[in-house]
């Protein structure tokens, strides 16, 4: 075997490189350990939403990852988001687990938008709802209901107000009354209603993470809307006790489901007022202009149709 021999100068370029290497790392580690002791939290890394932060500095951050890591929790990564879905879309695999989770980081954005109306009792109970909406769901989703004759908002709520659940126990950790205020939220009872309709009405955090994120795994293109601009435009009525969209939020609000504008739509603020049934709200003209147009483009549509274009 020949010898292998290296020079003095470049053994110390070597050494000299490997030392500058070293103190690069150091200083590397020294800074993301500052970064870390400036800003504690655990991340996600998510394909709809990118990055999913959760702060631990504080108790309404903490209780969320503490959620995060019961059992119960734990289980939705085993449970499909679309059931047997996967077996007409291959790429349909993703969960339950990380749909929730971007449940929880939508409901965190809305909060944000909303939070000089927002109470902080009310926020933390709003994003456990949030984050724990589908606890009950089973094998097969949606499918295993129509099997067991029962809903998953059921189990849900009795595994958040069990005392045999580490659910339960999580949140009365923050507070006594954590578990029924979660519970009132998902089953839509809850005081201001506004909350409870975030998390379940026709526009709510739940349907604007599962368009995204369905249209995303199945390669479909149908939940595709401007999610940014709906969340920008969001209000809270409290007069009423509702969430509604502001009037520059119209055309988004088309874009994610064209059915929610009512042509009997009443008037409120000059924005679409949201109930857990329906739409309401725009000025008059506004309204008659977009149903006016949607006639103009089903006429156009069958007049193309009759001349075989």
Wanted: charged share 25%; aromatic share 6%.
């Amino acid at each position: 075997m020949a010898d292998f021999t290296i020079s003095s100068k470049a053994a110390a370029a070597i050494h000299s490189l490997a030392e500058t290497g070293n103190k690069g790392c150091g200083r590397l580690r020294l800074q993301l350990s500052t970064r870390s002791e400036e800003v504690p939290q655990r991340i996600y890394r998510d394909p709809v939403h990118n990055i999913i932060p959760l702060r631990d500095d504080n108790a309404e951050g903490q209780l969320m990852i503490r959620l995060i890591d019961t059992p119960e929790f734990q289980r939705l990564r085993r449970i499909k988001q679309l059931g047997l879905g996967l077996y007409t879309y291959q790429g349909a695999e993703h969960s339950r687990f990380t749909h929730s989770l971007g449940a929880l980081h939508l409901m965190t954005r809305v909060l944000d938008q909303l939070s000089d109306r927002i109470a902080p009792a009310d926020r933390a109970a709003a994003r456990a709802a949030a984050l724990l909406h589908d606890i009950g769901h089973g094998p097969f989703s949606h499918a295993m209901e129509k099997v067991l004759g029962v809903h998953h908002e059921q189990i849900t709520m009795l595994a958040v107000t069990s005392a045999e659940t580490a659910l339960n126990a999580t949140l009365k950790s923050f507070s006594d009354e954590m578990p029924q205020r979660v519970a009132s939220i998902i089953d839509g009872t809850f005081k201001p209603a506004a909350l409870a309709q975030l998390v379940s009405s026709q526009l709510d955090v739940d349907r604007m993470d599962y368009l995204l994120r369905d249209s995303l795994m199945t390669g479909a293109k149908y939940g595709l809307y401007d999610l940014e601009w709906i969340i920008n435009s969001l209000h809270i009525d409290e007069q009423a006790d509702r969430i509604y969209v502001a009037a520059r939020g119209v055309h988004a609000v088309e874009e994610y489901s064209p059915g929610l504008l009512s042509p009997n739509a009443s008037i409120r603020r000059g924005g679409i007022a949201i109930s857990s049934a329906t739409f309401a709200g725009i000025d008059e003209q506004r309204r008659r202009s977009l149903v006016c147009r949607r006639v103009s483009l089903r006429e156009n549509v069958k007049a193309r149709i009759l001349d075989g274009n």
